[in-house]
């Protein structure tokens, strides 16, 4: 029984290793998920027990040293090796003097005949052959091989050597974690073609400083070493036009590769993630391949796993013959035949060459025994989108340093590219990157450029023209000239010409300027409307039955009634009114009343007005400008003038029919009076007595920051500012679309109301102007007039329905027809003259004939001559009509008669 139990735990201990196959070492880094897990499944699929050591320090001696011996302890039949560098070397060690093979997938720089090494990764001869070849094929005149730091130049030490008289080869190195200093070196130098050698896990960094620092347009060409750049997201550099050739190990093209998708299935299983094959780095599919070695050698060499101690540096008994048996074995791997030579490296390589399109990566060619095979197919135009269209690409954009469109920058560093400028257009068109993707320099150029008559193009048209430059913006004026050569965006600001000048001297106010208060228009339509009111008061007055009073009220039944409305009357009335003082003339009339109240309230509107800005007007001093047109300024003998020197403003007096404008440019010409720039045409502006024609945009900007200049006279011209760019450039669509978004959703006038008012001194003078007095015009006065108009309208309707009423019962009274009535209250009303009214008159017969009413009415004739006369003695004041003596009443009476 004793004897029994040993033996059955060695059978158990036996069965479950048989079960689960010998046991395969590998060192790994912590952070090294991937790598770990294709050690797992590879081994699982092979029957192999993975035994996995993780190294938390690089290049840490002990800590690698002690895996390595405890690798060994497990009887491990060899060691998959995922940590390169220092750590590889030290692994190495070890393994020699245990004669465990050591599979690297790492690139190895040195190798022995004596090393327990066998390297999946390809030799560096392969690569040395195949990079030479790529070059040659690609006729560069000069490369630079760009390094990263710490990593080995054997891989490529071949390539260095290439430089002749035909082929320049430099070198830089990428040191730290930001690249973007040695890349912008690198451009400034003019360097377009690059070999890149860099791990895998720095290639991200490396794509996206080259892309910030614009190394990612048409005229560059890389051919990056590393294996895996294909396996990163190109879809960001595919449209820019760049051209990056890289290498593929695994065959993708064959669709039938069940084991690669068993591979990737499995994986994805293991680690929970979703790679595609094609995103699979190298490093994950040479531990795969490197089990699959192991797993084909084991099947042929008969060999037994042994616990190995490194106290005594024992060496494991089969480990040369299981190394030697795989170094000559060919497997199919994933990443196709892996075959070794004598030292163990890896050789007869075949790599896919890939090239990135706008379509996306295509395979371009092969290279197999030693030979590339170029047969690019041809790359299906992507459909290039609106956004993709730009994106990526690196512009050369022309500024120029006039304020507000673009300044040096102020700092206390020391600035560089881009950096080094500010302003509108700097801003707009980091703007317009931000939507279209592009990069951009900038390049200082001062003359925007012309055709001279010789026909040559100069400053940023011709640059523009020769395609040294994609684009030119600043105060760029569109003119016919220009558009001639060169094509110009959408307009985003509009302008004119107009003139700058120097504040004149202040002048006393004048003698009348009192009257100044009111625009002439008000004056004019206030005396209108007083007349206009005065006949209408007369007529509402006349036709109002209440305005006829009676003027002796101690008559009950008066021959005659009066009216207070006469000329004279409602002349007093209005006049009394608009002078604040009132008169004793009162309507009593609903109409005449309503007429007089919203005349009253008209009067109180525009005495309020003007008493309100009287006082300014009697103490503000104004400014007497020496010319207000250009023809006057052309007059002057005086004034000089002129604009800038090479602008589109001295273009317009120069090409104008105009003969003043036309005699105005030979004098500035002749005169030596146009201004190298606008700063300097404002400086002669301030301190002479120089009047500078420039562009409205800038007149405004420095008219901000120089209290004492001010725009004199209107524009001369109209017209806009548009971004330059060659003839039928593929830009111009999609800067328009751009700008026009811009445009709408209010970003360029914010710009705008920054560089002009808020920055670099901006809003100096705002208050100062706002100060300036103000006329009040017909605009200001507009809703006094129309609320007179309106309640005379009233008034008038209610006095002709007042009218009416009047004629009807008149009619009904003296049996006569409405109409007869009518036109005979007409008639009276519209003599406009008497304000004396018979109330009894001849009753027209029904045949038409006038009867005298003498029977019906005689006695009321008597009685009031009666009362008229006994009345007389004592007159009253009862109304204002009574202040009309009996004499009037008797000229009435006289007239009687004469009524019809
Ligand atoms: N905007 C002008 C041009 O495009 C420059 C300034 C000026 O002439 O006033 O040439």
């Avoid at 925007?448 to 010789?454: D, F, N």
Wanted: proline content about 3%.
């Amino acid at each position: 029984m004793h004897v029994l139990v040993p033996l059955l735990l060695v059978c158990v201990s036996q069965c479950v290793s048989a079960q689960e196959g010998p046991p395969i070492g590998g060192i790994f880094y912590k952070d090294s998920e991937d790598m770990k897990a294709a050690l797992e499944v590879s081994a699982k699929s092979f029957n192999f027990t993975a035994s996995i050591k993780e190294v938390s320090t690089r290049g840490e001696v002990l800590e690698i040293s002690k895996y390595v011996c405890q690798l060994a302890e497990e009887g491990v039949i060899g060691i998959i090796d995922g940590t390169g560098g220092r750590s590889s070397e030290i692994i190495q060690g070890l393994c020699d003097a245990l004669e465990l093979p050591h599979i690297s997938i790492e690139h190895n720089d040195l190798y022995s005949d004596d090393w327990f090494v066998l390297n999946m990764y390809p030799s560096p001869t392969a690569y040395n052959m195949v990079l030479q070849k790529l070059i040659l094929h690609k006729e560069w005149k000069n490369f630079t091989l760009l390094y990263t730091k710490g990593h080995s130049l054997i891989r490529v030490s071949e390539l260095l050597q290439m430089g002749n008289d035909t082929l320049v080869v430099s070198l830089r190195e990428l040191s730290g974690s930001d690249y973007r200093d040695v890349l912008i070196d690198a451009k400034h130098n003019g360097y377009k073609n690059f070999v890149v050698d860099s791990p895998s896990r720095y290639l991200e960094q490396v794509l996206l400083h080259a892309q910030q620092v614009g190394m990612m347009a048409e005229e560059h060409s890389y051919i990056f070493v590393s294996p895996d750049l294909f396996t990163l997201d190109m879809s960001r550099f595919k449209y820019g036009g760049v051209n990056m050739t890289g290498f593929r190990l695994v065959e993708l093209q064959d669709k039938d590769n069940e084991k690669l998708w068993n591979f990737t299935s499995t994986l994805n299983l293991e680690t929970g993630k979703t790679f595609k094959p094609e995103q699979l780095k190298t490093q994950v599919l040479l531990i795969h391949d490197a089990v699959e070695v192991f797993a084909a050698a084991f099947k042929k060499v008969k060999v037994q796993p042994e616990a190995l101690s490194c106290d005594n540096y024992q060496a494991w008994s089969f480990g040369s013959t299981l190394l030697n048996f795989m170094k000559t074995n060919k497997v199919e791997g994933l990443t196709r035949s892996l075959i070794f030579d004598g030292v163990g490296q890896r050789t007869d390589i075949t790599f896919n060459i890939l090239e990135l399109t706008s379509a996306g990566n295509q395979s371009i060619g092969n290279w197999t025994n030693n030979e590339l095979k170029i047969n690019r197919p041809l790359v299906a135009d992507a459909e290039i989108t609106q956004e993709s269209a730009l994106r990526n690409k690196s512009l050369r954009v022309l500024i120029s340093l006039a304020p507000p469109y673009g300044y040096m920058r102020k700092s206390d560093k020391k600035l560089e590219g881009n950096d080094q400028y500010e302003g509108f257009t700097i801003d707009l068109i980091d703007k317009l990157s931000e939507i279209l993707g592009f990069s951009y320099e900038f390049a200082v150029e001062d003359d925007y450029g012309t055709k001279t008559e010789s026909g040559e193009w100069t400053g940023m048209a011709l640059q523009l023209r020769e395609e040294r430059a994609d684009l030119a913006i600043c105060d760029l004026t569109i003119t016919a000239v220009r558009q001639s050569g060169i094509d110009f965006s959408t307009p985003f600001m509009t302008l004119g010409i107009g003139i700058l000048y120097k504040e004149p001297s202040k002048q006393p106010p004048e003698m009348f300027s009192f009257m100044a208060v009111f625009s002439k228009e008000v004056w004019y339509y206030m005396m209108l409307i007083q007349l206009a009111l005065g006949a209408t008061m007369i007529f509402v007055g006349r036709i109002s039955n209440k305005e006829w009073q009676n003027p002796v009220p101690c008559i009950e039944s008066p021959e005659e009634l009066n009216n207070q409305f006469s000329f004279a009357n409602s002349v007093w009335l209005i006049i009394g009114s608009v002078m604040q003082q009132g008169s004793e003339i009162a309507p009593i009339a609903i109409g005449p009343r309503m007429i007089t109240s919203v005349w009253w309230f008209f009067t109180m509107v525009m005495v309020a007005s003007y008493v309100g800005t009287l006082v300014a007007f009697l103490t503000v001093e104004k400014n007497v400008l020496p010319f207000e047109t250009v023809q006057e300024l052309y007059e002057s003998k005086s004034i000089t003038y002129g604009a800038k020197e090479k602008g589109s403003t001295k273009q317009f007096f120069e090409n104008s029919t105009n003969p003043i404008y036309q005699a105005m440019f030979k004098k500035m010409k002749a005169h030596n009076w146009l201004a190298k720039e606008n700063d300097i045409g404002v400086y002669w502006a301030e301190t002479q007595n120089y009047a500078f024609f420039m562009e409205s945009t800038s007149l405004e900007y420095y008219k901000e920051r120089h209290c004492d200049l001010l725009q004199v006279g209107g524009l001369l011209d109209s017209k806009s500012y548009g971004i330059g760019m060659k003839k039928k450039s593929p830009y111009k669509k999609y800067i328009d679309d751009a700008l026009l978004k811009l445009k709408e959703n209010g970003e360029i006038e914010k710009l705008r109301n920054i560089w002009w008012k808020e920055k670099r001194g901006g809003g100096k003078c705002g208050e100062k102007r706002d100060a300036d007095q103000k006329q009040l015009g017909m605009k200001n006065m507009l809703g006094a007039f129309v609320v007179l108009g309106v309640g005379c309208l009233i008034g008038l309707f209610i006095s002709i329905i007042d009218m009416l009423w009047g004629v009807f019962k008149r009619s009904v009274k003296y049996s006569t027809t409405f109409k007869y009535e009518l036109i005979e209250e007409l008639k009276f009303a519209l003599k406009f003259s008497g304000h004396i009214k018979p109330v009894k008159r001849p009753q027209k017969a029904i045949d038409g004939s006038f009867e005298a009413l003498a029977k019906a009415e005689g006695k009321d004739d008597i009685r009031s001559l009666h009362s008229i006369r006994s009345c007389d003695t004592h007159r009253t004041h009862h109304s204002h009509s009574s202040r009309h003596s009996s004499r009037s009443l008797s000229v009435a009476f006289a007239k009687r008669r004469s009524y019809s």
